[in-house]
């Protein structure tokens, strides 16, 4: 008895049907390791470091300045030429004046010719005068109706002499305010921009003119009191001072954690058992670094060997080493 087979052409679309189905799945397979290679190949963007951010602030300060000085510039010689312009005002209106009288009085000569005609006036003189004085005076009067024309011609000269003067002030002007307006409108695009930069400093970061750019302070009472202190750098040493405008070393301390919302006596001593002991191996900014056995001096300790502290009189508010005098040790207020 025969033995059943499947036809030929069922066996001819059921191989290649499997095949495709085991390619479909290497290359599914081969895309989502292709995938997960390249999301492992791109790096994750890094946030730039606090010396990137201070050389771009840099790089965008070199544009400022420059657009400063030539605002400035452009407001001086606004300032010179208005000046001008007020000045050369002055002058013109005596001179409209002049010429509006004078044009009244070429109005009214006008006027009364027209109405009456020149003649009456030859009239008058050939009645009311002896023939020989006659040529003489109608040669006078000629003279003086010729000095009034250039009379009047000087006054009209120097008016639009002035005039034009003026129209060139104003143009300047016009010009000047434009570009103090472009100037302000880049300095303000160029500030923004410096802003938005020092806005994305680190909050960790602290950086005050006077002192160093401090990093790594974590503490958000440590970062008031390191920009108060800095803040008070070139302050005058006054004993038993404790601000805002002149200190003693605890005086300092003291000034500068208030601001932060805590409270230090005015005492080496008393502070040194105000705060927690810390080795100085754990120093971070913002610590307290005590001085001598007897802990008769304090400062406000900055990281990298460093602290704002005020010396003593003579020395205002600054930054030094720690290691120029004998450290007794740490304190972190809480």
Not at 185 to 211: D, F, H, W, Y
Not at 321 to 326: E, L, R, V
Request: charge should be positive; include cysteine; aromatic fraction near 6%.
């Amino acid at each position: 008895m025969p033995v059943a087979t499947m036809p030929p052409h069922r066996h001819a679309q059921g191989r290649p049907s499997g095949l495709r189905r085991v390619a479909r799945r290497l290359l599914t397979l081969v895309a989502a390791v292709a995938v997960g290679a390249g999301m492992f190949a791109v790096p994750a963007h890094a946030a730039p470091t606090p010396e990137e951010i201070e050389a771009a602030i840099d790089k965008q300060w070199e544009q400022l300045e420059p657009t400063i000085e030539q605002y400035n510039k452009v407001r001086a010689q606004l300032k010179v030429n208005r000046k001008k312009s007020a000045e050369l005002e002055k002058k013109i209106q005596p001179l409209a004046l002049q010429t509006e009288l004078a044009m009244n009085r070429v109005g009214d000569l006008a006027s009364r010719y027209y109405m009456t005609g020149p003649s009456q006036d030859v009239s008058a003189l050939l009645v009311s005068v002896k023939p020989g004085t006659l040529t003489e005076q109608l040669t006078i009067l000629d003279r003086l109706a010729s000095q009034e024309r250039k009379e009047l011609q000087v006054v009209i000269d120097a008016r639009k002499k002035y005039d034009g003067e003026k129209q060139k002030l104003d143009a300047l002007i016009a010009a000047e305010v434009k570009q103090e307006k472009e100037l302000a409108a880049k300095k303000s695009q160029i500030n923004a921009e410096i802003k938005r930069l020092q806005a994305s400093m680190p909050k960790t970061v602290v950086k005050v003119a006077g002192c160093p750019t401090i990093k790594g302070v974590v503490s958000t009472a440590a970062q008031t009191a390191i920009r108060v202190a800095c803040q008070q750098v070139g302050d005058p040493y006054v004993w038993g001072a404790d601000g805002p405008d002149s200190f003693d070393c605890s005086g300092l301390t003291q000034y500068a954690y208030k601001a932060a919302g805590i409270s230090l006596t005015h005492h080496t001593g008393a502070q040194w058992n105000e705060g927690k002991s810390i080795p100085r191996s754990e120093a971070r900014p913002g610590d307290l670094v005590f001085f001598f056995s007897d802990l008769h001096h304090v400062g406000l300790y900055l990281g990298n060997g460093l602290m704002v502290h005020a010396p003593r009189t003579g020395k205002p508010v600054q930054v030094a080493s720690i290691d120029y005098m004998p450290v007794a040790g740490f304190r972190r207020p809480n």
